[in-house]
Nanobody, 118 residues
Framework: QVQLVESGGGLVQPGGSLRLSCAGSGFTFNFYTMSWYRQAPGKERELVASITSVGGNPNYADSVKGRFTVSRDNAKNTVYLQMNSLKPEDTAVYYC???????????WGQGIQVTVSS
């Protein structure tokens, strides 16, 4: 079965950095668009960044452009989210998503907490 396991979250001070990782298994990783979403308390889940199956066309929410970078290593079945210049408003649970349009396969990780606070 499809599994997505996020790691790398935690507590960081404003201006700091974190790198999230999401390891996939149980599916052909390089067939899937991989994305990061986040959900803050009382808010809807929002797309943060996505990257196509071959690593092209990274897409970012306006709120993170220039600060976050999404990348993937298909040999390791892993997608990353490098988060720099973190702000308190980046505090949320971050979710990894694997999506393949041709099979309408849409899969989620369990989520990982990122807290930006002094």
């Amino acid at each position: 079965q499809v599994q997505l396991v996020e790691s790398g979250g935690g507590l960081v001070q404003p201006g700091g950095s974190l790198r999230l990782s999401c390891a996939g298994s149980g599916f052909t990783f390089n067939f899937y668009t991989m994305s990061w979403y986040r959900q803050a308390p009382g808010k809807e889940r929002e797309l943060v960044a996505s990257i196509t199956s071959v690593g092209g066309n990274p897409n970012y929410a306006d709120s993170v452009k220039g600060r976050f970078t999404v990348s993937r290593d298909n040999a390791k079945n892993t997608v990353y989210l490098q988060m720099n210049s973190l702000k308190p408003e980046d505090t949320a649970v971050y979710y990894c998503n694997a999506y393949r349009q041709s099979s309408a396969s849409d899969n989620w990780g369990q989520g990982i907490q990122v807290t930006v606070s002094s």
